[in-house]
């Protein structure tokens, strides 16, 4: 078996330092040494999305990712996302819209819908769309998903106006 | 997953010698969304990974309106497509890395990487043929270049030797009145893999009306993707509006398609596909260049 991998990183903005063995992904760091158990193993190979973080400011499916490559480098979870005692908006528009049934998909969903605010704060439905389409809700919630982020999209830009 | 040693060179000569210790047991890691796949569900078995990322010559990306596309191997596709200059120089590249995966596949997966896993259906080859990419590899004898149509040899595999790995791509500066496309045939709307995929690029005389040359290349009907020059040499001279010309040449391409049948499409579906897909991308690198 090959040696453990020394890992100094930031997660959620705190400096972290775990082992982890080299095969093991940033996904299974997140959720089996680091008790960060808010991202999920849908499908574990990339296509239904629950399991994504934002890495370096890149939203990434944290199963195809190696624990070992985040040496230096920063991770945002779902687990950063509220603040104490209030949620972050894009959390609160997801319960606003009931836009979670199970709830498998949603840290995936949050993220995505964080990467993709950073990025593009006025969002069309196309573009909400477009940037969704590598997560999967199996109990096919997509419209209120959608009409989540496109709620949160205003209020973000409302506060930032106001 | 199998247990194996993970590594991180800094410079291009330590990780060929990483390489070529290990040989066939070794694979570079850039984006590893093919990689990690493959090594999850036992279709690889490897001792080492090489994880090129650190090394500054995988993470150039350069554009030049005169020197052309400088293209690290380990660049994710966001970064060509989030770059204004780079996709309105090489709007076929654009196409293609806008449509691998999904936003959190496009944020990891690299080009380089894409053309090293040799797929057959792979979306940035046919981009990168019609705009005369030269892959640039690296090897524990100094690099060699070779035109990017003869990289990849059959399925999954390409011409890398032991201790061998994709450094880079070149891609020359776009040509006056020039431009390209790339689209593929999907039955859903994103998130699938090609049934065919077609690229093209063209260059129209100053008047903008008949084509000077073309390059044409199709994905998903051979062992690897096809240039498919016959069928660009013969559109060579003819009017851009000639839809005669479009049409020949589809044809033309449609005689080196040797698809198979599988579960994304038959055979006879996909030569299909490989004329009504030659014309839509031709048409639309000339409206591409009308346009600009």
Redesign the interface.
């Known amino acids: 078996m090959a040696d453990k991998v020394h890992v100094k990183t930031v997660i959620n903005g705190e400096a972290v330092e775990f082992l982890c063995e080299p095969r093991d992904s940033l996904l299974e760091v997140l959720r089996d040494n680091l008790m960060l158990t808010g991202a999920k193993e849908g499908c574990n190979n990339g296509n239904c999305g629950a399991c994504s973080v934002i890495l370096n400011g890149r939203l990434v499916n944290s199963c195809l990712v190696l624990g070992a490559e985040i040496e230096g480098k920063e991770v945002e979870t779902v687990e950063g996302l509220a603040e104490p005692n209030k949620l972050h908006p894009i959390q609160d528009a997801f319960l606003e819209n009931a836009a979670l049934q199970c709830g498998v998909c949603t840290p995936g969903f949050l993220m995505a819908a964080k990467a993709l605010l950073n990025e593009n704060p006025n969002p069309t439905e196309h573009d909400v769309r477009f940037w969704l389409a590598g997560n999967l809700c199996r109990c096919t919630g997509y419209d209120k998903i959608v009409r989540a982020v496109l709620d949160a999209a205003e209020t973000m830009s409302t506060e930032v106006n106001a | 997953?199998?247990?194996?040693?993970?590594t991180?060179p800094k410079t291009v000569s330590e990780a060929a010698d990483l390489l070529a210790e290990k040989g066939d047991l070794a694979r570079v890691?850039a984006?590893?969304?093919d990689l990690?796949?493959q090594?999850?569900?036992g279709k690889r078995h490897l001792e080492r990974?090489v994880?090129i990322?650190d090394i500054p010559e995988a993470n150039v990306l350069s554009y030049d309106p005169q020197a052309g596309l400088h293209l690290g191997s380990a660049v994710?596709c966001?970064k060509i497509y989030g770059d204004k200059a780079i996709s309105a120089a090489f709007p076929a590249l654009a196409d293609s890395t806008h449509i691998i995966?999904?936003?959190?596949?496009q944020?990891?997966a690299a080009v380089g990487g894409n053309l090293c896993n040799a797929s057959p259906a792979a979306d940035t080859i046919p981009a990168l043929i019609v705009l005369e990419a030269t892959c640039i590899i690296a090897g524990t004898n100094g690099t060699r270049e070779i035109p990017v149509e003869q990289f990849c040899t059959a399925p999954g595999i390409t011409v890398l030797q032991n201790g061998e790995f994709l450094e880079s791509l070149k891609v020359p500066a776009p040509k006056s009145n020039s431009s390209s496309f790339y689209l593929r045939f999907i039955p859903r709307?994103?998130?699938d893999i090609a049934v065919v995929g077609a690229g093209a690029s063209v260059v129209l005389d100053d008047a903008k009306e008949s084509i000077v040359s073309a390059r044409i290349a199709l994905a998903a009907v051979a062992p690897t993707p096809l240039f498919a020059e016959e069928a660009s040499v013969l559109l060579a001279g003819r009017a851009a509006s000639d839809e005669s010309a479009i049409e020949e040449a589809a044809e033309a391409a449609k005689t080196i398609a040797r698809p198979i049948s599988d579960m994304r499409g038959s055979a006879e579906q996909r030569v299909h596909l490989v004329g009504v897909l030659t014309k839509r991308a031709l048409n639309g690198a000339i409206q591409r260049v009308k346009e600009s």
């Open positions: 997953m199998r247990a194996f040693e993970y991180s890691l984006g590893g969304t990690i796949v090594v999850r569900e990974i994880d990322k994710p966001y995966g999904g936003t959190a596949i944020g990891r709307n994103e998130m």
